[in-house]
């Protein structure tokens, strides 16, 4: 399952089974508490109906201000458990004649509230409303003033204000309890999701950070535990790939370090030890000369020869020391526009004697027409050097060597093609045979043709290799092509 369906699912159903929870206490405690109110409401509303009734009772038929003050006082004495806030009477057009406060003498009521008395009916004002800085409901009823007929009474208004600062308090307690219980949910949510998080994510992810940590510092043995199926467990297997990448690549390095120094310690040796024989062959001939001076002149032969030796053999580690320079440091590159048909026939009578020692047939074919391109002659030349020896060391027992230059005017590249009839090279070997340091020979370095791909790419060329074991190897080489008319305009 995809982490990101996991984790929501987790967290959903544990907040939906949260919720519930919440809600069917919350119901629970509302249910009880509206209960509650209920029955103390029908009581506080019956009692509340009898004191209206009894205050319209005491002031019926009376009118005149001061006497209204007087009983409504009285009255109120009476009721004061009930806390009443407030007792107004109007005369029969709604203005306010009697106040038990004070308040609001002389005004008169609302439209609405003239219409309520006029309907000969009581009316309770709900719910609570602020009432010079108190919550307070109203009730509003008719008293009769006098008669002027019998169906036909003079009305007054009574609006009688109760306190309802108990049921303010009342929601407030309930506001209280509601905030409570959502921090409280609140609260258990956190402590659910935090470890929730922390055990699908965090602590994963940590353990990854970890991983690779080791293996930044050099522990390419630690692997990624994790083995699930979400992102992080196909990250951690990434992760395992990768290391066991870095790992093999780090062994081949190794390997190749370990073949390197071999190869030069080897390739060293043979010079070291050819100077060394020959620093003591002309010791000796040193010391003949000064015994017997009638062998002076041959024996001058003898050490010109061996000087000449050990001039060879400094050439060599000289040769050896600019191979690695050449892999190191940047390549300079001399570009000159030049027929390859021209610079390959020149080039080849380099090789006349060693194809004659190594009994190789030489075959070259050139275009019928010039194939020019931007070389660097003696750069060029060392990479067709590198591999036409290899294709000398390939035919131990002799063989033909095909070299041949055309243009592709499909692709507009200039292409020099080397193919022996030696023993070939196995697939394996040919993707790596242009890794420095890698060779198949007791005696090589594995510089020669990691140059040779240097210089090829460096004239913004391509190489490829073409063979099979047993059937000889072509080495192909494309360079782009100069139209020499358009180079001189």
């Not at 994790?226 to 992760?239: A, C, H, P, V, W």
């Not at 050097?385 to 060597?401: D, H, R, T």
Request: aromatic share 8%.
């Amino acid at each position: 399952m995809r982490l990101e369906w996991k984790y929501t699912l987790l967290i959903n159903v544990f907040i939906l089974l949260t919720m519930s929870a919440y809600f069917w206490f919350n119901d629970r405690m509302l249910e009880k508490e509206l209960a509650n109110a209920v029955i103390r409401d029908h009581s506080r509303g019956a009692s509340m109906r009898d004191i209206a009734s009894d205050i319209q009772r005491r002031i019926a038929g009376k009118e005149d201000a001061t006497e209204l003050t007087r009983i409504i006082r009285n009255l109120s004495l009476h009721k004061m458990g009930w806390d009443i806030v407030d007792i107004i009477v109007t005369d029969s057009n709604g203005v306010i004649i009697s106040t038990l406060t004070g308040y609001d003498i002389y005004d008169q009521l609302s439209d609405e509230e003239i219409k309520r008395i006029a309907s000969g009916q009581m009316r309770i004002r709900y719910p609570p409303k602020g009432y010079h800085g108190r919550w307070v409901i109203e009730f509003i009823l008719p008293y009769v003033i006098s008669y002027e007929s019998d169906e036909n009474p003079k009305l007054g208004g009574l609006k009688i204000i109760f306190s309802t600062q108990e049921v303010v308090n009342y929601i407030h307690k309930l506001r209280l309890k509601n905030l409570f219980y959502t921090a409280l949910v609140t609260v258990a949510l956190t402590i659910f999701i935090n470890p929730v998080t922390s055990y699908l994510i965090v602590r994963r992810l940590e353990r990854l950070i970890e991983t690779l940590t080791a293996a930044q510092s050099g522990d390419l043995a630690v692997r990624a535990r994790d083995k699930s199926r979400d992102e992080i467990g196909r990250l951690s297997r990434s992760i395992n790939r990768m290391i066991e990448h870095i790992s093999s690549e780090h062994d081949k390095r190794v390997k190749s370090l370990g073949n390197l120094a071999a190869g030069v310690a080897h390739e060293i040796r043979n010079p070291l030890n050819s100077m060394a024989i020959t620093i003591q062959y002309l010791k000796d001939i040193i010391a003949e000369i000064s015994d017997d001076k009638s062998k002076d002149q041959s024996l001058k032969t003898d050490a010109q020869e061996c000087l000449d030796i050990m001039s060879y053999q400094v050439k060599e580690l000289d040769r050896i020391v600019e191979e690695f320079l050449q892999l190191s440091r940047p390549m300079s590159i001399n570009f000159k526009i030049t027929n390859l048909n021209d610079f390959i026939s020149n080039f080849i009578p380099n090789f006349s004697s060693t194809f004659e020692v190594n009994n190789i047939k030489l075959i070259c074919s050139y275009s019928n027409n010039p194939v020019f391109a931007k070389i660097d002659r003696d750069k060029l030349g060392q990479a067709i050097s590198n591999i036409v020896i290899n294709a000398v060391q390939a035919m131990p027992k002799g063989g033909e060597l095909y070299i041949s230059v055309r243009e592709n005017s499909e692709t507009n590249k200039a292409m020099i093609e080397i193919k022996d009839t030696g023993v070939g090279i196995s697939q394996e070997n040919i993707d790596r045979l242009f890794e420095p340091y890698f060779t198949t020979k007791p005696d090589g370095l594995g510089l020669g043709l990691a140059i040779t791909h240097r210089i090829v790419e460096a004239h913004g060329g391509e190489i490829k290799v073409n063979s099979e074991e047993g059937q000889g190897a072509t080495f192909s080489i494309s360079l782009p092509l100069v139209d020499i008319l358009h180079e001189a305009i």
